[in-house]
């Protein structure tokens, strides 16, 4: 008999205001009961809203313990604010299954050098759309929105092709997009 072939875990990754939370919500809900499939929440140092984004608040005090004892798959700062991977990620790649996980492009080499078996999907959206729904999220104000939005933020690595979604289009055609991405690395 043979070992089942590790899985995949596929970062989503893209600026703020494109959509990645609504799109792997999507995502989920399109793929609900594929048991090849894992949505990972991330946990992040900010209460929960349920709303605006699917994470799990964790308070500061207990992430840092959770980092310094290594409790997290992959964990990272952005935006003041500490995100972190469950552990649930080594063993749903163990279980063969592909990982789907929202991280920031910054930390795609160290997300790489710990699991070989990666696929970025980067997520764009023309930036006028971006705005609006920054704005619409209502945590930042309209000072805080453009200098988000002028930030570039880490590039790709020069080594990682990513599968590019532009969801500047309706979120039926997002989903559509990403499902089918997930689907096709499934099957690689």
Same mark, same amino acid.
């Given at each position: 008999?043979?070992? $089942?072939?590790?899985?995949? @875990?596929?970062?989503?990754?893209?600026?703020?205001?494109?959509?990645?939370?609504?799109?792997?919500?999507?995502?989920?809900?399109? @793929?609900?009961?594929?048991? %090849?499939?894992?949505?990972? &929440?991330? @946990?992040?140092?900010?209460p929960t809203d349920v709303d605006l984004e699917d994470h799990i608040s964790i308070d500061p005090v207990e992430f840092a313990l959770?980092?310094?004892?290594?409790?997290?798959?992959?964990?990272?700062?952005?935006?003041?604010?500490?995100?972190?991977?469950?552990?649930?990620?080594?063993?749903? @790649?163990?279980?063969? %299954?592909?990982?789907?996980?929202?991280?920031? %492009?910054?930390?795609?080499? =160290?997300?790489?050098? $710990?699991?070989?078996?990666?696929?970025?999907?980067?997520?764009?959206?023309?930036?006028?759309? &971006?705005?609006?729904? #920054? =704005? &619409?999220?209502?945590?930042?104000? $309209?000072?805080?929105?453009?200098? &988000?939005? =002028?930030?570039?933020?880490?590039?790709?690595? =020069?080594?990682?092709?990513?599968?590019?979604?532009?969801?500047?289009?309706?979120?039926?055609?997002?989903?559509?997009?990403?499902?089918?991405? #997930?689907?096709?690395?499934?099957?690689?």
């Amino acid at each position: 008999m043979s070992e $089942r072939p590790p899985g995949v @875990l596929v970062l989503i990754v893209g600026p703020s205001g494109v959509g990645k939370d609504t799109l792997i919500t999507g995502a989920r809900h399109a @793929l609900d009961g594929d048991k %090849r499939f894992s949505f990972v &929440r991330r @946990l992040v140092t900010r209460p929960t809203d349920v709303d605006l984004e699917d994470h799990i608040s964790i308070d500061p005090v207990e992430f840092a313990l959770g980092k310094a004892s290594g409790r997290f798959a992959l964990c990272w700062d952005a935006h003041g604010l500490n995100y972190a991977l469950p552990m649930s990620v080594d063993t749903d @790649l163990t279980l063969g %299954r592909v990982v789907i996980a929202n991280i920031s %492009r910054h930390v795609i080499p =160290a997300a790489i050098a $710990r699991y070989p078996m990666c696929r970025v999907v980067q997520i764009s959206a023309e930036i006028s759309l &971006r705005a609006e729904r #920054l =704005a &619409r999220r209502g945590r930042e104000n $309209r000072d805080q929105i453009a200098a &988000r939005l =002028a930030r570039e933020g880490a590039a790709m690595p =020069a080594d990682v092709s990513p599968i590019v979604i532009d969801n500047s289009s309706s979120v039926a055609i997002g989903v559509t997009a990403l499902v089918m991405a #997930l689907r096709a690395i499934a099957q690689d």
